[in-house]
């Protein structure tokens, strides 16, 4: 008798399959103890990298040797090399062979003889709201952290009636958005690079700072503007000041490049003197990252300055007190040693002289790139003035006026590193690579006409 033929079996049904996997994990989950997470994709969404820590990454992947970083804001000597000052080298042995050296705690508005001389540094030491005692100053993390108290301090208690945004250059240090979104002032920007004259929108600024809310909080790049490297003349801040106090509004000054910009620390700081001097109420995120080359110790200080008047010193009393309470509730107390060593120099006559010295070497090696850039290019393209721009602009970056395919080519295509909005820092490039980098930028330029 044949043997009873078998019926084929239905192939397994995917949905049910998935359903199993799904108690399995249930279970496992069960076992284990855990709960499902609240903090799920909606409520807690995937951020994106920060486009310049990825740049950095990126270049420290690629294995190309002749590949240059160019996105960096951090000064580099001719060979490539982070640079320690050498006065930071000195001040550095002077606080290690000191024997009352510790590690306790600095006051919540941090190191006194850093902040007295930060304070002189950036407006002055003939300062009359010095003089007149109209000043409070507080070490901070960096200038990030400088303007992050100011932006807190202004969003608990600067009246702003008609909800007057903050105004932004445009562009701006990325930075700047996050950190005024992130204590709910809403922004907006005026114009300031002009694509076409790959300089100053000049008329168009005052325009829309003319146009804002009376009472609006404009914050100002001091000198070296971040990215452009474009920056105001002295007739200029003396036309935008007169523009700003007819319309009350309230200048924040963003200064992290006094004396790396042009190598002199007066001239760096004109504009935020000239401001004062005009009876201006303002603040100051002062940084000492770049002029120090203090990257990692993040020295910064923050400065409020009021009105003159009688009751001066007790306005400054109040302000001082509600930042106080506002360090004390984010950081408790500021990092001692990159204070310590900016003071040791500040507080020097000769250690002073010698950083005079490094920020002249620092800043006549950027400008020494710059012509030798612009040179370059312009022998390539056989056309005189063409990269003007380059060497007007000032401080560690350069707008060049590429566009975002020109500067994803370039990476592509000879692996150089600069930021998408065409962005370059002047630092990275030397005596080593400009030819190349110049080389690349021209082939991109002329392919892509």
Known sequence: MPPPTSTPSAPPDPSESAKSIDRLANIRAHMAGSNPTVFT???????????????????????????????????????????VLPVVNKADEILRNDPNLNHEYLPISGLAEFTSAAQKLILGADSAAIKEKRVTSFQTISGTGAVHLGALFLAKFYPRTSNQPVYFSAPTWANHNQIFSNVNLPI??????????????????LSTIEQAPEGSIILLHACAHNPTGVDLTHPQWTELSKLMAAKKHFPFFDCAYQGFASGNLEHDAWAIRYFISQGFELCVAQSFAKNFGLYG?????????????????????????????????EISNPPAYGARIASAVLNDTELFAEWEENLRTMSGRI?????????????LNGKEGSWQHITDQIGMFSFTGLTEPQVLRIRAEAHIYMTKNGRISMAGLNTGNVHYVAEAIDKAVEETR
């Open 297 to 329: 110790e993040r020295a910064g200080a923050f400065h409020f300055v009021t009105g003159s008047g009688s009751d001066a010193p007790n306005t400054i009393g109040r302000i001082a007190s509600q930042l106080a309470i506002l360090q004390r509730s």
């Open 367 to 379: 400008k020494e790139m710059r012509a030798a850039l612009r040179s370059k290019l312009e022998s």
């Open 188 to 205: 907006k920007t005026y114009p300031y690079f002009s694509p076409q004259t790959k300089g100053l929108d000049f008329s168009g600024m």
């Open 41 to 83: 994709t909606e409520r807690v969404p995937q951020a994106p990298e920060d486009p310049l820590f990825g740049l950095m990454s990126a270049y420290r992947k690629d294995s190309f040797e002749k590949k240059v970083d160019l996105g960096i804001g951090a000064y580099r000597d001719n060979n490539a090399k982070p640079w």
